[in-house]
């Protein structure tokens, strides 16, 4: 297998899973709480909220990839906070690309989670309430164990998002090999070389099957998870 791909290809490779799972794991623990409060919540701007949270699925990638420069920039207000008070750059830096990858697949998750919760019997919740059980009690041992086929769901679809980002990466991190040359911008300089087409087939293959790994996996779990089901 070292031998079928380059040192620049895996690092690519490398790359590209890291930023992906930093990116969700990175969200997740919003992104269930903001689809928690889309579910359940009454709240005025309720609706603007939502569609705030969903823009990155409307907008095109590279105006997200621009906001982001803007916003997180050295010169931008948040960028140069951080820059200043933490040492922190994300700018045309790997952790750049996992913001931008963690922005454009935030929307998948929330909806994903934000419909397991609302398929939820409440009866359930309000029966660990009468034994006693606190908010955060029932949140953590019925609501959450309840809606984890919802955030393995969307789990699978902002890593996969984040796998195949490219417009957004790009605009906010550029394409520096080894820094951040995801696969999707390594098949795009490529394409763009003469001769890189086999190169650029067997990242190809490679994301497929990464992808393919993931939503495997997430689909064993899930059924364990239906099969331990008390209801």
Same mark, same amino acid.
């Given at each position: 297998m070292a031998?079928?791909?380059t040192a620049e290809e895996w690092t690519a490779i490398a790359l590209s899973l890291r930023v992906a799972c930093v990116a969700v794991v990175a969200s997740l623990p919003l992104g269930i709480a903001v689809a928690l409060l889309l579910a359940r919540g009454r709240f005025p701007g309720r609706t603007l909220l939502s569609a705030v949270v969903h823009l990155p699925l409307v907008m095109p990638p590279v105006v997200t990839g621009f906001l982001l420069l803007l916003a997180f920039g050295r010169k931008g207000p948040i960028g140069a906070f951080l820059?200043?008070?933490f040492g922190i750059v994300l700018a045309f830096r790997w952790t750049g690309a996992a913001l931008a990858c963690a922005v454009m697949g935030f929307p998948l998750m929330v909806r994903a989670i934000a419909l397991s919760i609302e398929a939820i019997d409440r009866r359930l919740e309000q029966a660990a309430s009468? =034994? *006693? &059980?606190g908010r955060i009690a029932v949140f953590l041992t019925v609501t =959450?164990? =309840?809606a984890l086929p919802g955030i393995l769901a969307g789990t699978v679809l902002s890593f &996969?998002?984040?796998l195949?980002?490219? *417009?957004a990466t790009i605009t906010f991190v550029s394409n520096i090999p080894g820094e951040t040359q995801t696969i999707p911008s390594a098949i795009y300089s490529l394409i763009q070389t003469p001769g890189g087409d086999g190169a650029a087939l067997r990242l190809t293959a490679m994301s497929v099957a990464i992808s393919l790994g993931a939503l495997l996996v997430s689909e064993a779990i899930a059924r364990r998870a239906r099969r331990e089901d008390p209801r």
């Amino acid at each position: 297998m070292a031998e079928i791909f380059t040192a620049e290809e895996w690092t690519a490779i490398a790359l590209s899973l890291r930023v992906a799972c930093v990116a969700v794991v990175a969200s997740l623990p919003l992104g269930i709480a903001v689809a928690l409060l889309l579910a359940r919540g009454r709240f005025p701007g309720r609706t603007l909220l939502s569609a705030v949270v969903h823009l990155p699925l409307v907008m095109p990638p590279v105006v997200t990839g621009f906001l982001l420069l803007l916003a997180f920039g050295r010169k931008g207000p948040i960028g140069a906070f951080l820059d200043q008070h933490f040492g922190i750059v994300l700018a045309f830096r790997w952790t750049g690309a996992a913001l931008a990858c963690a922005v454009m697949g935030f929307p998948l998750m929330v909806r994903a989670i934000a419909l397991s919760i609302e398929a939820i019997d409440r009866r359930l919740e309000q029966a660990a309430s009468t =034994l *006693g &059980a606190g908010r955060i009690a029932v949140f953590l041992t019925v609501t =959450l164990p =309840l809606a984890l086929p919802g955030i393995l769901a969307g789990t699978v679809l902002s890593f &996969a998002r984040a796998l195949g980002e490219f *417009g957004a990466t790009i605009t906010f991190v550029s394409n520096i090999p080894g820094e951040t040359q995801t696969i999707p911008s390594a098949i795009y300089s490529l394409i763009q070389t003469p001769g890189g087409d086999g190169a650029a087939l067997r990242l190809t293959a490679m994301s497929v099957a990464i992808s393919l790994g993931a939503l495997l996996v997430s689909e064993a779990i899930a059924r364990r998870a239906r099969r331990e089901d008390p209801r």
